[in-house]
């Protein structure tokens, strides 16, 4: 029996996402067909998994697009980059108008916008949909942001939405916004990825070093944290990783080399929030600590010549309740800074994007997923133009029970010469941002005195330069 135009769609890319996303298709019903640039996986998927529901397996790409239904859907999920432009480039040549390529890879948003305007000149649609659970959500239901125009929703919503994980019946996917709106929430979702791992590995580095915990100690600790406020998938593995021995019997954590490794998601982000003028410190100290973790000679040079400092480690059970408070206000500080920057890039992209139903998609699937995300929700819910997320009632609430001791444990931290640029840098974001007045008045009056960049003043209207080199009489500019 032949195959032609049976398949409802197609997977091309079957490493660890693409295999998965095909098997959760097919398991949902789907005729899927499958395709990978190496025959070899796209054979032993068929072979492992072929009884799990119905396989199109296409030795080469003009087989794909000839299994399809039409019009076809294409999802690509290969290496992001150059890869994903081959892929297009290869398909595009073999569609026919009206057919819609998806890109379920971690590409940029510029690249998506690109993309999704060469294919429009060819009548094809493009679909930028980020794809967020890593393996185990592209099988049992991930967290689809996919973007492209309106009217590409129509025809593979009902699809993603079948097989996105569920929250209270919820499917978490919706339609996020035109063009590379998708690839930009889940680049802001990364990005918060990065804060949100970063803190954690702070609160167990002082935990550890300071309170004198052993890791496991410490995934007891991370395992009653994930029964409360701090609920989340990433709060639970982290008790996983820590409770984990390795064939020597030690905990594993303690043998995993300490440089941090990045694909670019997370610094795309802090690019990105540097074009848009949204502070997103927690992120960007995220990425700067995975970088500097990773200069392995570096540290050894200035470790040798300035010694290490020594941290006495006293058990303390106080601490322990401390950094928990401290990881949460630092991580709503670093979720409010991600909300920012999709707010500011929806308004500059015209993209209309809903912040409560971004809060809504991450509830479950996605690797940040969190029962907070239920607050951020009614937040943004209640008020889609909050000012920030630390202005809504739950939240302001939240962070000034908290702020006692989040003081605590960033001058223990201090102290005690443990790093936590995390959560010192969200506690300097939450007093900035609550400050009558900040010292950029002097950094003002700094640049009039060496560049004559002028300035205003509180007390008038108008912009102001002082002749400094003069007779230092202030001139209106
Ligand atoms: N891994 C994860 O947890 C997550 C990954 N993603 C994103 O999903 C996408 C897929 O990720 P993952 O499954 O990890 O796979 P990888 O990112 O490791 O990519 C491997 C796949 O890309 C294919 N490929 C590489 N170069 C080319 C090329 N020039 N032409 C055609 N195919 C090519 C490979 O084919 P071949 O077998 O022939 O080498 C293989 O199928 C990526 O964009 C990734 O960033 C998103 C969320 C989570
Ligand atoms: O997209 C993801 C999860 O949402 C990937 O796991 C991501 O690639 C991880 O990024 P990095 O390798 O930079 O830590």
Redesign the pocket.
Known sequence: MTTEGTARIAVTGLATMGSNLARNLARHGFRVAVHNRTPTRTKALVEDHGHEGEFVAAETMEELVASLQKPRQIIIMVKAGGPTDAVIDELSGLLEPGDMVIDGG?AHYADTRRREAALKAKGLLFVGA?????EEGALNGPSIMPGGPAESYVHVGPVFEEIAAKVDGQPCCVHVGPDGAGHFV?MV??GI??AD?QLIAEAYDLLSRVGGHTPAQLADVFKQWNEGDLESYLIEITAEVLKHTDSTGGALVDKIEDA???????RWTVQEALELGVPVTGIAEAVFA?SLSGHIEQRKAVREALGAHEVVAKPDEQLVEDVRQALYASKVVAYAQGFDMIREASKNYDWNIDLGAMATIWRGG???RARFLNRIREAYDANPELASLLVDGYFSDAVKAAEAAWRRVAVRAVESGVPTPGFVSALAYYDALRSERLPASLVQGLRDFFGAHTYRRTDKPGSFHTLWSGDRTEIEA
């Open positions: 971690n980020g794809i967020s659970g890593g889940k979702h990364n990825e990065y791992m941090a490794e990045q694909k670019g998601t997370g995975r996605c690797i940040i």
